[in-house]
C-alpha cells in the first residue's frame, strides 16, 4: 500500500463516500460490533433504520444489548431511549434548531465508533477526520464474493483507523480502530439504500419490563 498523504486523489474518493452518505433518503443497515480490550464493550449487532427528514431507529442485540441503551428512536421534537442496566426509558427534547436524525446519530451509546455518524450528519466531518489522522493511505481491493472496495488507512500516533466502502456506491462497510492492545470494529452488512421504511418504525415501544425514569417502583 503506498503512502497518498499528499495525494488530491484520496481526498477526493473520500469527498465521494461522504457525498454518497449525505444523498440519502433513507437507509437501513445492520452493523455487527467486535471488540478487543475494552472491558465495558460487548459484541453485538446494532440495527439501523434512518430516514429524512429527520427520523432514526437503533436497536441492540447480542451482549451488546445489555451494556447501555438498548433502543433509540428520534422522531420529530424528541430521542428516546431505553436504557438496559436500570431498565428504564427517557424522553430527551431535540434543541430548537437541531433536528431528530442529527440529534439521534450524535448522541447515542450504541455505535461506539464516530465514523458513520460523521458521514452522514456531520457538517465539517470530511475536514475533520482528514485533520485528526494527517497521515492517510489508499487501496482498492476485490474482497471474494463481495463488491470491489475502497480501502482508506488513516494514522495518528498511537490510533490507527482502517475505513472500507463500496467502490461502487460509496458507503460504508466497514471501520476499525486500534491503539495498543485495544481493537474496535464495526461491520456494516445487509444495506437496503433508499428503501420505503414502515411508518411503525418511529413509534417508541419500551422493551417490556423497563419503566420510565424516575418513576416510582412497586
Known amino acids: 500500500m503506498q ?4 495525494d488530491p486523489t484520496v481526498k477526493a474518493e ?12 433513507s437507509l437501513s443497515v445492520e452493523v455487527r460490533v467486535t471488540s478487543r480490550g475494552v472491558p ?24 451488546l444489548r445489555e451494556t447501555g441503551a438498548c433502543l ?5 421534537h424528541f430521542v428516546y431511549e431505553a436504557l438496559s442496566p436500570t431498565k428504564t426509558y427517557r424522553a430527551k427534547s431535540i434543541p430548537a434548531d437541531g433536528d431528530a ?10 455505535l ?28 482498492r481491493e476485490t474482497v471474494i464474493g463481495a463488491p470491489s472496495q475502497l480501502l482508506f488507512t488513516l494514522e495518528r500516533e498511537p490510533r490507527r483507523v482502517v475505513l472500507r466502502f463500496d ?10 480502530l486500534t491503539q495498543g492492545t485495544v481493537e474496535i470494529r464495526e461491520d456494516y452488512r445487509s444495506l ?9 418504525l418511529w413509534n417508541f415501544v419500551p422493551p417490556r419490563g423497563f419503566r420510565e425514569e424516575g418513576a416510582a417502583i412497586g
Request: proline letters at 6%.
Open 3 to 6: 503512502e497518498t498523504s499528499a
Open 14 to 25: 473520500l469527498a465521494r463516500c461522504f457525498a454518497a452518505h449525505r444523498g440519502l433518503r
Open 40 to 63: 465495558m464493550l460487548r459484541n453485538g449487532v446494532v440495527q439501523i433504520a434512518l430516514e429524512h427528514p429527520g427520523r432514526l431507529r437503533m436497536e441492540a442485540h447480542g451482549a
Open 72 to 76: 433509540l428512536v428520534a422522531s420529530s
Open 101 to 110: 436524525l442529527t440529534y439521534g446519530l450524535q448522541n447515542n451509546e450504541l
Open 112 to 139: 461506539p465508533l464516530p465514523f458513520f455518524s460523521q458521514l452522514l450528519v456531520d457538517k465539517d466531518g470530511l475536514e475533520s477526520l482528514l485533520k485528526e489522522y494527517p497521515k492517510r493511505h489508499m487501496a
Open 167 to 176: 467502490e461502487k456506491t460509496g458507503l460504508l462497510r466497514q471501520a476499525i
Open 192 to 200: 437496503r439504500v433508499n428503501p420505503r421504511l414502515p411508518a411503525d
